[in-house]
Every structure is written in C-alpha cells, then in structure tokens.
C-alpha cells in the first residue's frame, strides 16, 4: 500500500470534459485522486499527468460503473494505493446523442441509460455506504433538464430524477456517520461533447437562455463540486444544487 496523508477522492468518468475538470480541481484543493474511465485509456493518463505535474497524486482505473464487480474493484484499487477512500463523484453518465421522444425511444437506449445512469449511481453509492470514512461526501450528477422538462429528454431527466431521490434518501440512511450526500444539476456546459454536432446558432441560442448569457464550463461546475466535497459545504446535506446560470 502506498498510502497518503491526503483525503482521496474517486471521480467516475473523470477521462475527459467535466471530469477532467473535476478531478483536477481537487487535486489543486490537495486530494489524492482516481481518474475513472470506461474507455478513453489515454485521456485517462493525459489527465493523470496533469494532475502529477503541478504536484499531485492520482491514479487511472478502468472500470465501467454500470458492472458492480467492477466498482467494487474501483474501491479497492484506491484503498490499496492511497488507503482510504473520503470523497465520492458520481460524474459517470450517458445521454442520448439524437435525444428521441418517449415515444421514439427504443428499449436498447432505454436500458442503457437507466444501466448507467441510475445502476451506475446505485453501484458506487451502494460500496460508498461502506468504504467511506467518517466525514465522507458524495456529489451524485442529476441535471438542470428536470426544472426546464424539455422535449427528447424524457427518458434523461427520468434517470436524473431517480439520482435526485437516491441523494436525498441516502443522506437521512447514513445518519451517525457524518457523511454528506448532495446532488448538482448543471445546465448546458461547453465540453467537446456538447458542442460537437451543433450548429453556432444552436450554441447561441442555448448560451442566451441563462440570465448571465454564456454557457457553463467544467470549471464552473468542477468549483460547485469543490464547495460540495470542501469544509465551505459542510452544513449541505441531501440537497440538489442547480449549477446553471440562473436557466431555471
């Protein structure tokens, strides 16, 4: 075991976007971090290398967060290479890219959201529960769409609002262990994957729905999460955050 002093944090899906963004940001507020991919191996290790350059401790584990096995195997490799586990970000999700109607939703992306989304939250949550230390903090993602209810996101904002449900109920479940369970619900953030496919009218438009006229960035949601897992959230406790600009 090469253990640390650190407090430890584990971000899924943490290869790239938001969870880049996310797992860097604690690791400048000095935790130690696993970077959790699915797939991207080697943005996994771009963001690893990030992180070690400014004097950080982190390592990649792939695990995909719909298997439990291998969320367990996730909890495990963090213990055995910095020796406790204090901080969980449920950052891991998937949307729709042609974002169907209820009625044009098919079974196969159906289940696979509610595989990640909802049984992927409910995987880590569920190890969580034991493996954390006393004072532990969880971040689940929900998402802003659940306030603006619009059209093709039906099957989405359900995954999201069962995230909402399992943060609030798990925050009065682990009563007597002094750890918090919040949710944040960004609004539309400029990562590659939201922007790639969309015409600059599109972009424009979303930009100007919020009263502040722009778009969220990693960075803005990665700070709401550090306010979340840091001392300055300490009295926030089964509550969902919209990070969005003020969209609804």
């Known amino acids: 075991m090469n253990s640390t002093n650190k407090q430890v944090a584990i971000v899924t899906g943490a ?7 996310i797992a860097q940001r604690l690791a400048r507020d000095g935790y130690a971090v696993i970077v959790n991919y ?32 291998a969320v367990k195997a996730m909890f495990d490799s963090a213990v055995e290479r910095f020796g406790r586990v204090d901080v969980l970000v449920n950052n891991a999700g998937i949307m729709p890219p042609s974002l169907p109607s209820l009625a044009d939703t098919d079974d196969q992306t ?21 493996r954390l230390e006393q004072g532990g903090r969880i971040v689940n993602f929900s998402t802003s769409v659940i306030g603006l209810g619009l059209p093709g996101y039906a099957v989405y904002g359900a995954t999201k609002g069962a995230v909402e449900v399992m943060s609030n109920i798990m925050a009065k479940e682990l009563r007597g262990k002094n750890i918090r369970v919040n949710a944040i619900a960004p609004g539309p953030t400029a990562t590659d994957l939201f922007l790639n496919g969309k015409s600059d009218e599109a972009i424009q438009r979303m930009s100007n729905m919020a009263p502040l006229e722009r778009l969220g960035t990693p960075a803005d949601i990665a700070a709401a999460v550090a306010f979340l897992a840091g001392p300055d959230g300490a009295w926030i406790n089964g509550q969902t955050l ?3 600009g003020g969209l609804v």
């Open 110 to 130: 159906f289940d696979r959201l509610f595989a990640v989304n909802v049984k992927g939250t409910f995987n880590t949550l569920r190890e969580a529960a034991t």
């Open 242 to 244: 919209r990070a969005n």
């Open 15 to 21: 290869s790239r976007g938001i969870g880049a963004a």
């Open 38 to 69: 699915a797939g991207n191996a080697a943005e996994a290790r771009d963001v690893v290398g990030a992180i070690e350059a400014h004097g950080g401790d982190a390592l990649a584990v792939k695990a995909d967060v719909s298997d439990a096995g």
